[in-house]
């Protein structure tokens, strides 16, 4: 059933909710903020906890204990989070949008979303081995497929 077509965001049980994040990793991502422009640039540079073949968290019930500064997606602070990529479930649906043909509540799996290049799959190198964030800019996170 294709509740996201149904329900409000601020209807859905916390279920429907979490499912709704497609998994790609892209949050995960160190991102750069102009000091000057506001302008924000994303990095290759992930998390130390991401997993880069699963793009999954490996510590995601107790990644507050690793990462303090990791931020839960709420429907209250979805509209402050400038820095969710256009092609994140939340903020499509946030903004009017329908969920993109790869995703994995329509596909079953994360395989198209992998193949659409939408996840930071075998793209990204552990943030603790980066030395200079400015050298690690990367316009792929920007993509929006669908």
Known sequence: MRFWETTALKDMTSEQWES???????????????????????????????????????????????????????????PELNWLPDSCAYRRLFVGRDLPSWHPLITGSKEAMHLAGMSVKAKTVNE???????????????QDVD
């Open 20 to 78: 709704l994040c497609d998994g790609c990793g892209k949050c995960c991502l160190n991102k750069i903020i102009d000091d000057e422009t506001e302008e924000l640039y994303y990095t290759n540079a992930a998390c130390h906890l991401l997993d880069d073949d699963s793009c999954q968290c490996r510590r995601y019930p107790e990644r507050f204990n690793y990462v303090p500064e990791c931020t839960v997606i709420s429907l209250e602070n979805l």
């Open 128 to 142: 603790m081995k980066v030395r200079y964030l400015d050298d690690n800019i990367v316009l792929w996170p920007l």
